[in-house]
């Protein structure tokens, strides 16, 4: 299953969001 410009939107929104939460 080919990975979709959505899913790799959000994989990335999610890593960003993630990286965020353990700086603070």
């Known amino acids: ?10 994989n990335s929104t999610a890593a960003t969001v993630a990286g965020i939460t353990g700086c603070t």
């Open 1 to 10: 299953m080919p990975i979709t410009r959505f899913q790799y939107y959000w």
